[in-house]
């Protein structure tokens, strides 16, 4: 097989065309490392492989099969339902060099417990970068280190050659992605906030124009100090949890790493990125380099770090990372075991006659990942239209067996053109064909795609296959939203897999509104639920109480499954915090606390035990978390209904060979009527972490501002009936942080606005009929940018969420009223689609409950 060959100091190109390679001349590989490398200026005369006088693909190709050994490296993986496994890497030639070559010039073997997977049976996938959406961000640097004239300025423009080259490497870095690539940019300068310059768009003419302007419009020729922590932390932020297993996240940014102006901490911005999903890419560079950050921050997300000591070698950094982003693949298969045996997944990638092998990271237990194989999932994905142009493509999640056609309709008055994503565009479907019709009464175009022969089953597309399939392109579109902004605007037409094997297609941007999910229904006094990460994957797992002893963790998977353990009980339970990774909780009748979860790593099992908080304060509530003396370390926060005080309990060393460590009780007020609720956080903005709190029977919410853990009571409301829960959000979206209520006493919901200096608005009330409202959870759930909320009302056994219509005016949304007791409610997205889903329990059912949201149609 001949092969195009493009050898460069960062990268090798490889693609398969055809005829065949010469036989191989064995050859150093001292030397070859210093052809790529650059020394040599002439490829050295033993490279001509066939005494030809040229040097040609492949010579070096034959070369490159006995010098380079293979690796795969920076691994992570997904395992979600329907069976399925996907490990995203990069693949590496010798010298740690990614090796850019199609999919199809590797041989890919998928092992289960070291069981070959036979390819006859279920479909082992390998794709390139371009079949995940890439989505990435751009941090530039316009702070002083980078804006001085010192580092030059060749063209007398007043712009340095540094943020010139910095400019130049990210046109570079734009013009190399594939053409769906999202791309984004942020900009820092000076103590002003770091600034969106972009948003996510697919426009590389429009994401220049806007680098063109930096200078001018944001940094206004006036650079400064550097925030580049916030600002990489700002970009992180885009991020969110919807879509994350069809995105490859990345940021780039350049930096010194010196910083000693951002809020925010290398470790924090890693802890996010991880969280999210996101690689960062760093170049250092700078006369006061410190890499140490840097390097730490990089390889915390399995990003790359970068050193440039000039202009030179900065340009050369940009092009490191895209070579790296270009070597990275997906690889999937579709298990076929139904059973709860656990078997640790693997792969092996051959080339050339090098070889990889990659153990995966722990048991996968098949059961866990049960899902409908027959049911397929595509949805739509563009940005917003830049000058009225627009390109959405229509993309694969994940497909059944035997789909040979697909049909669906579209009913918009838009006029759009079509087009097969090509194979090199990470296209699944490149060689079908599409008839197109359009019904001018309904408005409605027919979209009928076909494999080359439908009557043939080799022609179908491999199961389990995941891409971009069709893009439309518009020239005129106002906003992505004037294309289909509802549910009833694109249907598939399922009808033609009757008989052929029932599968379906089912458009993944579709809301179907809150789907009622039992994750346990004999869960005895369910009480209090909350969310967290509790374990290594970065999904969000469940954690529910029961005062009646019952405690459980729900470990997610990300697209609706849960594995249920059981960890112990603990009689009265009314609150439950995330202390790290482990659990503390308060309850009325007993002492805190904690539990601490320890991991086998042979077996990957985790267990659980009981350790005491305090033993000083016989019975707590509205327990909370937080570092309250700045020593780095967790202390515990919780009010006593026994002694009306609230404490926080200061984390100490403790004597061995007691395995858990000491807390000291420490008064933070007394005569606080029953406390129930607590909220560790930082409402001043000033580093310390403040409490917030709810006293039941004294009819008051105080918040106590922490100096140096000396703290003083700033009154909310003395006048509040009988508050039960608080949460502390930014209600009005004016840049503080206000207060939302359940007043128990009154039946009613009610907020407090932040007017400033430790003052607060008079009550506003939202609801002043859901007798028994017990718990309140703030959130945008219907993810139109304002603050709504879910609450539970005990007394009429009912669910709901409120719906804020952008002018802080609510509308009760009742999820269920038949919901015995119902006790807890929060907000989290738990399946990783668009839309942030409700958890609840019910006390008299004995149950909790995810309520999945999916939310109209959203882009």
Same mark, same amino acid.
């Given at each position: 097989m001949r092969r195009t060959l493009l050898i460069l100091p960062w990268a090798i190109w490889l693609s398969a065309v055809d005829a065949a390679p010469a036989p191989a001349q064995l050859a150093s590989a001292e030397a070859l490392g210093e052809y790529l490398t650059g020394v040599a200026e002439v490829p050295p005369a033993w490279a001509d492989d066939n005494e030809d006088g040229v040097i040609d693909a492949a010579d070096i190709v034959s070369l490159l099969s006995h010098i380079f050994s293979l690796s795969v490296s920076d691994v992570s993986w997904d395992f979600s339902p329907p069976y399925l496994l996907d490990f995203h890497f990069t693949m590496r030639q010798g010298g740690g060099v990614p090796a850019v070559l199609a999919p199809e010039l590797f041989d890919i073997q998928a092992y289960e417990q070291g069981n070959p997977i036979s390819p006859t049976e279920t479909a082992v996938l390998l794709a390139g970068s371009a079949s995940k959406v890439l989505r990435s961000f751009l941090v530039l640097d316009y702070s002083l280190s980078m804006a001085s004239l010192a580092n030059g300025d060749s063209d007398g423009d007043g712009l340095s050659d540094a943020v010139e080259t910095m400019q130049d490497g990210c046109r570079v870095f734009i013009a190399a992605l594939n053409e769906d690539a999202q791309t984004g940019i942020f900009e820092f300068h000076s103590d002003d906030d770091p600034q969106m310059v972009s948003n996510f768009t697919t426009s590389a003419q429009a994401l220049n124009d806007r680098i063109d302007r930096i200078w001018f419009d944001q940094v206004q020729q006036s650079p400064g100090n550097s925030h580049c922590w916030d600002a990489v932390y700002a970009a992180v932020e885009q991020f969110g949890a919807a879509n994350r297993r069809d995105e490859r996240r990345?940021?780039?940014?350049?930096?010194?790493?010196?910083?000693?102006?951002?809020?925010?901490?290398?470790?924090e911005i890693s802890d996010e990125a991880v969280a999210r999903g996101v690689k960062i890419y760093c170049i250092g560079f700078g006369a006061e380099l410190d890499p140490t950050e840097l390097q730490r921050l990089t390889a915390a997300t399995n990003g790359e770090y970068y050193e440039a000591d000039n202009l030179t070698e900065m340009t050369d950094a940009f092009y490191r990372i895209i070579a790296d982003l270009a070597g990275q693949y997906t690889l999937r298969w579709a298990t076929l075991r139904r059973d709860t045996t656990p078997f640790l997944p693997g792969f092996q990638v051959r080339h050339e006659g090098s070889e990889a092998i990659y153990l995966g990271p722990g048991p996968y237990v098949p059961a866990n990942y049960a899902g409908n194989t027959f049911a397929g999932a595509l949805r739509l994905v563009g940005t917003e239209p830049v000058s009225g142009e627009a390109k959405i493509y229509l993309r694969a999640e994940y497909i059944p067996r035997n789909v040979r056609?697909?049909?669906?309709?579209?009913?918009?008055?838009?006029?759009?053109?079509?087009?097969?994503?090509?194979?090199?565009?990470?296209?699944?479907?490149?060689?079908?064909?599409?008839?197109?019709?359009?019904?001018?009464?309904?408005?409605?175009?027919?979209?009928?795609?076909?494999?080359?022969?439908?009557?043939?089953?080799?022609?179908?597309?491999?199961?389990?296959?995941?891409?971009?399939?069709?893009?439309?392109?518009?020239?005129?579109?106002?906003?992505?939203?004037?294309?289909?902004?509802?549910?009833?605007?694109?249907?598939?037409?399922?009808?033609?897999?009757?008989?052929?094997?029932?599968?379906?297609?089912?458009?993944?941007?579709?809301?179907?509104?809150?789907?009622?999910?039992?994750?346990?229904?004999?869960?005895?006094?369910?009480?209090?639920?909350?969310?967290?990460?509790?374990?290594?994957?970065?999904?969000?797992?469940?954690?529910?109480?029961?005062?009646?002893?019952?405690?459980?963790?729900f470990?997610?998977?990300?697209?609706?499954?849960?594995?249920?353990?059981?960890?112990?009980?603990?009689?009265?339970?009314?609150?439950?915090?995330?202390?790290?990774?482990?659990?503390?909780?308060?309850?009325?009748?007993?002492?805190?606390?904690?539990?601490?979860?320890?991991?086998?790593?042979?077996?990957?099992?985790?267990?659980?035990?009981?350790? $005491? /908080?305090?033993?000083?304060?016989? =019975?707590?509530?509205?327990?909370? %978390?937080? @570092?309250? #003396?700045? !020593? +780095? &370390? *967790?202390?515990?926060?919780?009010?006593?209904?026994?002694?009306?005080?609230?404490?926080?309990?200061?984390?100490?060393?403790?004597?061995?060979?007691?395995?858990?460590?000491?807390?000291?009780?420490?008064?933070?007020?007394?005569?606080?009527?029953?406390?129930?609720?607590?909220?560790?956080?930082?409402?001043?903005?000033?580093?310390?972490?403040?409490?917030?709190?709810?006293?039941?029977?004294?009819?008051?919410?105080?918040?106590?501002?922490?100096?140096?853990?000396?703290?003083?009571?700033? $009154? /909310?409301?003395?006048?509040?009936? =009988?508050?039960?829960?608080?949460? %502390?959000? @930014?209600? #009005?979206? !004016? +840049? &503080? *942080?206000?207060?939302?209520?359940?007043?128990?006493?009154?039946?009613?919901?009610?907020?407090?606005?932040?007017?400033?200096?430790?003052?607060?608005?008079?009550?506003?009330?939202?609801?002043?009929?859901?007798?028994?409202?017990?718990?309140?959870?703030?959130?945008?759930?219907?993810?139109?940018?304002?603050?709504?909320?879910?609450?539970?009302?005990?007394?009429?056994?009912?669910?709901?969420?409120?719906?804020?219509?952008?002018?802080?005016?609510?509308?009760?949304?009742?999820?269920?009223?038949?919901?015995?007791?119902?006790?807890?409610?929060?907000?989290?997205?738990?399946?990783? @689609?668009?839309?942030? !889903?409700?958890?609840?329990?019910?006390?008299?059912?004995?149950?909790?409950?995810?309520?999945?949201?999916?939310?109209?149609?959203?882009?």
């Open positions: 990345f940021i780039v940014f350049l930096s010194d790493g010196v910083d000693e102006s951002s809020i925010h901490t290398p470790e056609r697909i049909v669906f309709r579209i009913r918009t008055p838009r006029h759009l053109q079509h087009e097969l994503v090509t194979r090199g565009s990470g296209g699944i479907i490149p060689d079908w064909t599409v008839t197109a019709s359009y019904n001018w009464a309904s408005q409605e175009y027919t979209f009928d795609l076909r494999s080359p022969n439908p009557s043939d089953l080799a022609t179908s597309i491999p199961y389990g296959s995941f891409g971009p399939m069709l893009a439309f392109r518009f020239r005129h579109l106002p906003t992505l939203a004037s294309f289909i902004s509802g549910p009833e605007q694109f249907h598939f037409d399922n009808t033609i897999y009757a008989g052929l094997g029932n599968q379906s297609m089912e458009l993944t941007n579709i809301w179907r509104g809150f789907d009622r999910n039992g994750l346990a229904g004999n869960f005895a006094g369910a009480e209090e639920v909350i969310t967290g990460l509790i374990n290594e994957d970065a999904i969000p797992d469940v954690i529910a109480g029961g005062s009646n002893g019952a405690l459980s963790v470990y997610a998977n990300g697209r609706g499954g849960f594995t249920r353990q059981n960890i112990g009980g603990f009689a009265g339970l009314d609150q439950i915090a995330l202390y790290g990774r482990d659990i503390v909780i308060s309850s009325p009748l007993q002492y805190l606390a904690w539990w601490h979860q320890k991991l086998d790593p042979q077996t990957q099992l985790r267990t659980w035990e009981q350790w $005491p /908080v305090s033993n000083q304060i016989a =019975g707590t509530s509205g327990v909370a %978390v937080g @570092d309250i #003396d700045l !020593d +780095g &370390d *967790l202390d515990i926060v919780a009010g006593s209904p026994t002694d009306n005080h609230i404490h926080w309990f200061e984390r100490v060393p403790s004597a061995p060979p007691q395995p858990y460590p000491d807390f000291i009780p420490i008064s933070i007020v007394s005569g606080f009527n029953n406390p129930v609720s607590c909220r560790t956080i930082d409402f001043e903005g000033d580093g310390d972490i403040d409490i917030v709190a709810a006293a039941h029977g004294g009819n008051r919410v105080s918040l106590f501002t922490n100096q140096s853990e000396a703290f003083t009571q700033r $009154p /909310v409301s003395t006048t509040v009936q =009988g508050p039960r829960c608080i949460q %502390v959000v @930014d209600m #009005d979206r !004016d +840049g &503080d *942080l206000d207060i939302l209520c359940a007043a128990e006493g009154s039946n009613s919901i009610v907020w407090w606005a932040n007017m400033g200096n430790y003052t607060f608005s008079s009550t506003r009330t939202i609801d002043t009929s859901f007798p028994g409202v017990c718990s309140v959870f703030a959130a945008d759930i219907d993810t139109d940018g304002d603050i709504d909320f879910a609450a539970a009302a005990r007394a009429i056994n009912t669910v709901a969420w409120y719906e804020n219509d952008g002018y802080m005016r609510f509308t009760r949304r009742v999820l269920s009223n038949d919901y015995l007791e119902a006790s807890g409610v929060c907000v989290e997205f738990l399946d990783e @689609d668009e839309y942030p !889903d409700i958890l609840s329990t019910a006390f008299g059912n004995n149950e909790v409950t995810w309520w999945r949201n999916g939310r109209a149609f959203r882009w």
